[in-house]
C-alpha cells in the first residue's frame, strides 16, 4: 500500500474525530449559554446584548447587575453581520457594541420602584402593562417625564438606514432589566 494511502487512512478519521469532538463541546457551551441572562440594549434580530456576568442584592433596595458583550455571542453576531471581519468580535467584546462600554450596570430599589437601566437614566416603576405587546409586563416612565412611556418591542430608535439612535431604554428593554434585578420581589406600591 502507498505511504500517501495509508497516511490518509490514518489523518481523515482523526480529522473526522476531532471534528465531532469541537461540535459536541460547542453544542454543550450553547446549550449552557442559553439559560443565560441579559441586559438588552434592544430587541431586534440584530441586537448584541450584554450577558449578566454579576449581579447581587436581587430583589432587594440595593438590588444590582453588571453585563458585558459575551465572546461567544459576539462570534455569532459577527458570523451573520460581519462575516469578513477577522478582528469582528473581538472588537465588539472589548467596545460592547452600539453601547459603547465594556461593562453595562444597572441598579434597583425594588421596593420603591427605581431602577438606573444601563442607558444611565432614572426610571420609576408605573405598574403592569394592562394589555397590548406589553400585556402583564412592568411598566416604566423616565424620572421628571410627566408621560408614561409606550410600549417599544424594539426597544431602540432606529432611522430608515438601519443605524441606531437610541437604545437601552424602550419598556421591553426595561422590563427585562427589572426582571433581572427584582426577581421575586412583590410589585412595589405605584404612586
Known amino acids: 500500500m502507498p505511504h500517501s494511502v495509508r497516511l490518509h487512512r490514518l489523518v481523515v478519521p482523526a480529522v473526522f474525530a476531532a471534528a465531532m469532538c469541537f461540535n459536541l463541546l460547542s453544542a454543550s457551551e450553547s446549550r449552557s449559554s442559553a439559560g443565560a441572562e441579559y441586559l438588552p440594549i434592544c430587541n ?33 453576531w459577527c458570523a451573520a453581520y460581519k462575516p469578513r471581519d477577522p478582528l469582528c ?37 408605573k405598574g403592569r402593562w394592562e394589555d397590548g405587546d406589553g400585556k402583564g409586563r412592568p411598566q416604566f416612565r423616565r424620572k421628571g417625564d410627566p408621560q408614561n412611556m ?14 441606531f439612535l437610541d437604545w437601552g431604554g424602550g419598556n421591553a428593554n426595561l422590563a427585562a432589566q427589572w426582571d433581572v434585578l427584582c426577581a421575586g420581589a412583590p410589585n412595589p406600591d405605584v404612586k
Open 44 to 76: 431586534l434580530p440584530k441586537c448584541l446584548n450584554p450577558q449578566v456576568t454579576t449581579k447581587a442584592g436581587i430583589g432587594t433596595a440595593s438590588a444590582t447587575a453588571e453585563a458585558r458583550i459575551h465572546p461567544d455571542d459576539a462570534a455569532k
Open 89 to 125: 468580535a473581538k472588537e465588539q467584546v472589548r467596545s460592547g457594541w452600539i453601547g459603547f462600554r465594556p461593562l453595562y450596570r444597572a441598579s434597583a430599589d425594588c421596593a420603591a420602584g427605581h431602577m438606573t437601566a444601563i442607558d444611565g437614566n432614572l426610571y420609576l416603576y
Open 150 to 163: 409606550k410600549w417599544e418591542g424594539a426597544g431602540a430608535t432606529v432611522d430608515h438606514t438601519g443605524t
